[in-house]
């Protein structure tokens, strides 16, 4: 949809449906703080301004509507400004996992088809190297921060242009990319339809209770008189960018973005800010909760009324502590980056459930289903699917991939789980990292909720390993508290405690220890890179 401001003010649904949501807060509020950051921080009117002038500057390099434009930035106000002047002039946006190694980054320039290029100083080596790899297709490579060599600066480029609204606004997209459990990322990429964040407002076309970004957003009550939100997270990653940044701003609404997440600084960034609002994911709860009860006394949180978690399972008795320190502020989300009608619960409601990730939407369809495609019985585990949504997504420029995530209009990640009775979804694990021992099935994360629930614990990874009779056996990687010592005595410990809570085939046969367990960026632990080297040189890997 294409309209035109010719300077004339915008009103909100004019604007959710051209990306100008910030130019209408702008407009309304112009003073209000929108983001606060390490790196300097913009009023509404001065992100407005700025992402009025990158717009121009896309134009003015010949960049058309669809075209691809990467980012390789940390979280600081450039990331946020780049994002709304895509959204402005009908650009697919993909912002870069800065923590890729090798030649990753270059990858995603080159893959997602990119004519412009924005990096960070931070990252100025990866930044070079993909400029170098892929030379011939960018139109525009600019530099934050600082500078890198054979890119233009940010702020001189940007000075150069005017900063009044834009005119002829035409809606941009989004095009992320997967963590790529197997092979490079791949991009999860649908035709521009619906702005993100028109649900966010509940001006979308689409039924609300189908859209877990929606339904948070409604649940969150945002006001954009007094709220503030925080961005633990980093901003490239689905879920802060969703709802710590994108939700917060299209409802007028500031966002403090975390340069690196650390327990402490969270709370004291909290009580500086008088934040209402956040995302987190259950590694951050379980640091927050291993914080000195002196420490955690210092702050108050008394503005704090909306935690909202997901993309990693939560043990029970953890999200518990959370409710219990914090009172009934905690929500939590089950929902894929590639769409669909997702899950959501409120904390009144997950404490009659406890361990639930919420009920189906009716207009979702969501379903689980077993190996051969059948609906399996209320309570038995199986695979769940979600219901495409009305502009399917695919995977860019893979259509092995994407046609191997169908099964006619549903979509799975490979996530199992099981309905009860009154048809809350209670997740089990994932069907890539479940164990197989003599046939029977395993779920990793059991094990792992029970281990993290020892005082000795800071956190655990269960994971397969081979056993020539038995085909595989259950092993722990624990990380210890600071002030343990790991110990023959304490690994029998650790079985036993498990042994006393699980079926005994359910507990780890050994365990070892290490310092600190490999995970995303996001703080989800990667089962897969500490199940890998207890099977490297075999040919089968279960």
Known sequence: MVVETNGAPLDQGQAMLTGMTVAYHAQQAPSRLAVVSNYGNRTFAELNARANQLARVFRAAGL?????????LVNRPEFIETYYACMRVGLRITPINWHLTGDNA??????????????????????IDALNDNRAQLKLVLAAGGDIEG??????????????????????????YTSGTTGRPKGVYRERGLPPGAMASGTGAAPAATDTVNR??????????????????????????????????TNGVGTVLMDKWDPEETLRLIDEYDITHTHMVATMFHRLLALPEAVRQKYKAKALRYILHGAAPCPVHVKQAMIDWLGPVVYEYYAATEGGGGFFVGPEEWLTKPGTVGQTPAEAGNKILDDEGNEVPQGEVGTIYFKAPAIKFEYFK???????????????????????????????????????????????QETDDVLLKHPAVADVCTVGIPNDEWGE???????????????????GELIGFVRERLPAFKAPRTIDFVEDL????????????????????RDKQI
Request: aromatic share 10%; proline share 6%.
């Open 473 to 491: 056996e259950v092993k722990s990687v624990v990380q210890l508290k600071p002030e343990f010592t790991e110990s023959d005595v304490l690994v």
């Open 64 to 72: 058309k509507p669809d075209d691809g434009v990467a980012m390789l």
């Open 398 to 444: 893979d259509t092995e991939k994407t046609a191997g995530s169908y099964r006619g209009e549903y979509f799975t990640l490979g996530d199992m789980g099981y309905f009860d009775e009154d048809g809350y979804l209670f997740l089990t694990g994932r069907s890539a990292e479940t164990i197989i021992s003599g046939g029977v099935n395993i779920y990793p």
């Open 518 to 537: 490999p995970r995303l960026p996001s703080g989800k632990i990667q089962r897969r890179h500490v199940r890998a080297p207890y099977w490297a040189g």
């Open 151 to 176: 890119f233009e600066d940010y702020n001189t480029r940007l000075a150069a242009e005017d900063d009044s609204n834009i005119d002829n606004p035409e809606i941009g997209t989004q095009m992320l």
């Open 106 to 127: 270059s990858y995603v320039v080159g893959n997602c088809e990119a004519k412009a290029f924005i990096a960070d100083v931070r990252c100025q080596q990866p930044a």
């Open 216 to 249: 948070s957003s409604v649940a969150a009550g945002w006001n954009s008189e007094t709220d503030r939100a925080l961005c633990t997270g980093p901003a490239y990653h689905a879920a802060p960018l969703a709802f710590n940044i994108i939700a917060p701003l």
